[in-house]
Nanobody, 127 residues
Framework: QVQLVESGGGLVQAGGSLRLSCAAS????????LGWFRQAPGKERDFVAA????????AYGDSVKGRFTISRDNAKNTVYLQMNSLKPEDTAVYYC????????????????????WGQGTQVTVST
């Protein structure tokens, strides 16, 4: 099993930036494909970004392409989400997720395919 703890959320003005981190403990971090999802009040959980085990492949939700960047540091057991040009509609609780992956290049974009989730960190973007 792997345990995930997100950090870095907060309040930011529209147009600003935040960097979320998700620290993992437990099994070998590099065995896992990773993803970020978000959920706003009264809405379904949405896919934000995902990264393969080796870090060479990434995927992004349409609403964040060009603004957000996912990365991972396997030596630090941490995945990051750099969020730039933030908009009020980015306001949500952001969750990181992990799933064991056989293939180093696999990117997982569906939430139901992840077995491990963090507790979430709140991001609020003001106008």
């Amino acid at each position: 099993q792997v345990q995930l703890v997100e950090s870095g959320g907060g309040l930011v003005q529209a147009g600003g930036s935040l960097r979320l981190s998700c620290a993992a403990s437990g099994r070998t971090f590099s065995d896992y494909a990773l993803g970020w999802f978000r959920q706003a009040p009264g809405k379904e959980r949405d896919f934000v970004a995902a990264i393969s085990r080796g870090g060479g492949n990434t995927a992004y939700g349409d609403s964040v392409k060009g603004r957000f960047t996912i990365s991972r540091d396997n030596a630090k057991n941490t995945v990051y989400l750099q969020m730039n040009s933030l908009k009020p509609e980015d306001t949500a609780v952001y969750y990181c997720a992990a799933e064991g992956s056989y293939w180093r290049s696999t990117v997982i974009t569906k939430g139901y395919e992840y077995d491990y989730w963090g507790q979430g960190t709140q991001v609020t973007v003001s106008t």
